[in-house]
């Protein structure tokens, strides 16, 4: 089965193209280095062509809300009509646990754009909800700084390995599309505040983490379980501790 996979050279599409592969589909990687653009709509119909599944982990290369929130509406409504006109059955998209509990916070408002814009295609569908990535935690860090301290909530955390996220991701891809949304998230469950601390200190970072209930996340305050997954959801198999010491 041939498989498209918009953002198919970045951190978690690489990983989704080799799954696929050794699954033993025909995963095709699209992205702009590739000669697929899916924020202009160049190379997507070549792309498209004969692909049975197309799946879209690209992501925005701005943060800014209203960059962030044009990236996502328009390369999804490009990537949806080539799906249309090459008769694709089956579009899976990657998304965040708790992108509607947070409208505060200009990127999750951009995924749910774009979850909004899936649902409402025709195409039939499955969307794939993460928590955040063990990958991310210097960005974190790096985002959530002032000054020498990193001011961070003590909510429940539940993060993931990019390699599980990638998994979970490519499963949905070969099964049937859902029409709806599944979660996935890291086997433990940390205080925010905590493991970031625990991070830096691992790596030897000099920032202090300063515990604030009411600090930001992107412009949205945090409630206890605004980023942890519901029941019911796939729990990854990589373990903080095995992550980091890897």
């Known amino acids: 089965m041939k498989i498209v996979v918009i953002g198919g050279t970045g951190l978690i599409g690489s990983k989704v193209v ?3 592969e050794a699954r033993g589909h025909e995963a095709v990687a699209a992205s702009p280095s590739t000669g697929v653009d899916a924020l202009t709509g160049e190379g ?3 792309a498209l062509a004969g692909a049975s599944v197309v799946v879209d982990v690209a992501n925005s290369p701005s943060f800014e809300p209203d960059a962030v929130l044009e990236f996502f509406r328009t390369s999804t409504r490009n990537t949806l009509d080539a799906e249309k006109a090459a008769g694709v059955g089956h ?3 990657l998304s965040i646990v708790g992108t509607r509990r947070l409208p505060g916070n200009g990127y999750f ?3 749910v754009a774009q979850e909004d814009l899936i649902k409402e295609s025709g195409v039939p569908y499955s969307i794939v909800h993460a ?3 063990f990958e991310f935690f210097p960005w974190i860090a790096r985002t959530s700084a002032d000054g020498d301290a990193v001011r961070l909530a003590p909510v429940l955390f539940q993060p ?3 390699e599980d996220v990638a998994g979970a991701v490519a499963e949905a891809a070969v099964e049937a599309p859902l029409n709806g949304d599944a979660e996935v998230a ?3 469950r940390f205080r925010f505040d905590e493991i970031i601390r625990d991070f830096l200190e691992a790596t ?3 920032h202090r983490v300063v515990t604030d209930p009411h600090a930001p996340y992107f412009g949205a305050e945090l409630s206890e379980e605004s980023l942890v997954p519901g029941e019911g959801a796939r729990l990854g198999e990589v373990r903080y501790a095995d992550w980091l010491r890897g």
């Open 18 to 20: 080799r799954d696929l």
């Open 44 to 46: 997507l119909a070549e």
């Open 91 to 93: 579009h899976v998209a």
């Open 109 to 111: 408002r951009a995924k």
């Open 131 to 133: 928590t955040q990535f």
């Open 160 to 162: 993931i390995a990019a």
């Open 186 to 188: 890291g086997p433990e």
């Open 204 to 206: 030897g970072d000099p």
